[in-house]
């Protein structure tokens, strides 16, 4: 099935090493993140963290890990986004577990947090969007397993001064549920793994509060992961020229082809 001129899988990477080859490793798809856990954790559907795709300012996550009602005995973490290209979202940045930690580490600049958090699940998905300061005035959960996938949540003090976050509005993230084998993404690609018993979740998230331009700039990237740290996601949205150019060869492929079809005609 053909997708959308204007979607894209942003899945990157997360650089931790392959998970072992009973999980087929290193994964599959866009980034290598489908069908792959991270090393000496859970393999399997329910753990999986799949994909990011990005179409306008719509953010997807595809997960194989039930988004809102979590995995006993973890729930799914914040979604961290650097706009600037500086953040140090990569194992070592934190090499501890079951601890707080902060932003000096990091270098996120916003912070979706789930505000209705109850044991494993978050709920039906609300939460708060935060600006928050690049330094250690802003604290962060880590996981309880795998440092590698730190941070997990933002930590919100009852009180807090605009120097270190702005809350700048809420949301909610509807999921649909997909039992499909295959689930096609919106820009064409794929995940794999579905069924009745372990399914796709699929969040959506308004991404429309960044800065203009930053969903295109080659420097934003998204991180989430579970309070296991069992599997990590990343995304980075890529060069907008790079988009557009593309998306012309694309065109003129088209163009050629129907040049060339007149002709034979």
Same mark, same amino acid.
């Given at each position: 099935?053909?997708g959308s *001129?204007?979607?894209l899988?942003?899945t ?9 080859a009973g ?8 980034g @290598?993140e ?17 994909a990011?795709s990005?179409?306008g300012? !719509?953010?997807?996550?595809? #997960? ?10 973890? &729930?799914?973490?914040d979604l961290?986004i ?10 070592? *940045?934190?090499?501890? $577990?079951?601890g707080?930690?902060? /932003?000096?580490k990091f ?8 505000n209705?958090?109850?044991?494993? #699940?978050? @709920?039906?998905?609300?939460?708060d969007i935060?600006k $928050? ?13 795998k440092?590698?996938s730190?941070p997990?949540?933002l $930590?919100?003090p009852?009180?807090y ?5 702005? !809350? ?9 549920v997909?039992?499909? *084998?295959?689930?096609t ?8 793994g &579905?069924?009745a ?5 699929i ?14 700039? /080659? ?6 992961t ?6 990590a996601?990343v ?5 907008s &020229?790079?988009t557009? *150019?593309l ?10 082809i129907?040049?060339r ?5």
């Amino acid at each position: 099935m053909a997708g959308s *001129a204007n979607a894209l899988n942003i899945t990157i990477n997360d650089l931790q090493a392959p998970n072992s080859a009973g999980y087929h490793a290193p994964g599959r798809g866009v980034g @290598g993140e489908d069908q792959e856990t991270e090393p000496g954790t859970a393999s399997g559907q329910a753990w999986d963290l799949e994909a990011f795709s990005l179409n306008g300012s !719509k953010l997807k996550i595809y #997960s194989g890990y039930n988004l809102l009602a979590g995995e006993k005995p973890y &729930g799914l973490g914040d979604l961290f986004i650097d706009v600037d290209g500086n953040a140090n979202w990569m194992p070592g *940045a934190d090499n501890h $577990i079951s601890g707080t930690t902060d /932003n000096s580490k990091f270098h996120y600049d916003y912070v979706v947090h789930w505000n209705a958090r109850s044991g494993t #699940s978050i @709920g039906t998905g609300t939460y708060d969007i935060y600006k $928050i300061a690049d330094n250690a005035s802003v604290k962060f959960k880590e996981t309880v397993f795998k440092s590698g996938s730190n941070p997990w949540t933002l $930590i919100v003090p009852e009180k807090y001064t605009e120097a270190s976050m702005v !809350k700048l509005g809420s949301g909610i993230m509807p999921v649909v549920v997909d039992t499909h *084998a295959v689930v096609t993404l919106d820009d064409g690609s794929t995940v794999i793994g &579905g069924s009745a018993t372990t399914p796709h979740f699929i969040g959506a998230l308004d991404m429309s509060f960044l800065p203009v331009g930053s969903l295109g700039n /080659n420097k934003t990237l998204f991180h989430i992961t579970m309070e296991c740290g069992n599997d990590a996601l990343v995304g980075r949205v890529p060069d907008s &020229g790079s988009t557009l *150019a593309l998306m012309g060869a694309a065109m003129s492929g088209l163009a050629f082809i129907g040049r060339r079809a007149r002709r034979q005609s």
